[in-house]
């Protein structure tokens, strides 16, 4: 069990580029969140998928985000066209099956800058 | 909607001291609810969680108690260790797809 894996760790880029994370999961784990978390504030949720459907978007996800988890196991966040309020740390996290008090299992964060 | 609040950091203590790290919530339901502990340079982890009213997590020599009549998860330990210095989240989880709702989270430093 190697843990939930992040890539990239850090990106900086420039105000109205695309940029794309990726997370792996836990193997086997079906349900896979996302979270945003800025400077001195708790993540707060994006979205969730269980195994490859993606069944609830936060309303802080705006239409320059999406996501996806093509094959139930690693998943994609894109955001086009970003802007600085965009800048973050954004988490991945998953659990194996989304019941109630099951724990969620994060993974290092993706730090996003933009300037 | 949900929502949690835990008392504002950062708490500064002397090694050994006793620490609580305040945490209320408000939700629709019977939510469980959830300490994460977050290392300088780490990811967030889970401490202790609770899943119903008056069960206590506990890991590490930290305890909290899942208080429904006061809506309360107060997070305690008897004797900090240096090592504990770290940025605590309170969390809750309820209602479809069991997202967590997280407080903005208390840091700790424990000084020799």
């Known amino acids: 069990d190697t843990g939930v894996s992040q890539d990239p760790r850090h990106k900086i880029t420039k105000r109205g580029q695309n940029v794309t994370f990726r997370c792996d999961p836990i193997s086997e784990h079906n349900r896979l969140y996302w979270y945003r978390q800025t400077l001195g504030q708790g993540p707060e949720f994006l979205t969730y998928f269980q195994n490859e459907a993606q069944l609830e978007k936060s309303r802080l996800l705006s239409d320059r985000f999406s996501a996806e988890r093509p094959k139930g196991s690693f998943s994609t966040l894109e955001i086009q066209r970003t802007e600085q309020g965009d800048s973050a740390m954004y988490l991945c996290?998953?659990?194996?099956?989304?019941?109630?008090?099951?724990?969620?299992?994060f993974g290092p964060g993706t730090r996003l800058l933009v300037l | 909607g949900n929502s949690v609040t835990q008392m504002e950091g950062p708490v500064t203590l002397s090694e050994e001291a006793f620490l609580t790290i305040n945490c209320t919530y408000t939700?629709?339901?019977?939510?469980?609810l959830f300490w994460y502990v977050q290392y300088p340079g780490e990811g967030l982890q889970l401490l202790l969680k609770?899943?119903?009213?008056?069960d206590k997590g506990s890991n590490k020599g930290f305890e909290a108690t899942y208080r429904k009549e006061t809506t309360s998860f107060h997070l305690e330990k008897g004797s900090v260790q240096v090592s504990d210095s770290a940025v605590y989240f309170c969390a809750l989880e309820s209602g479809g797809g069991n997202k967590l709702t997280f407080g903005t989270g208390t840091q700790l430093k424990v000084e020799l």
């Open positions: 939700a629709t339901g019977y939510p469980s």
């Open positions: 996290a998953s659990s194996p099956n989304g019941l109630a008090g099951e724990t969620q299992y």
């Open positions: 609770a899943t119903k009213a008056d």
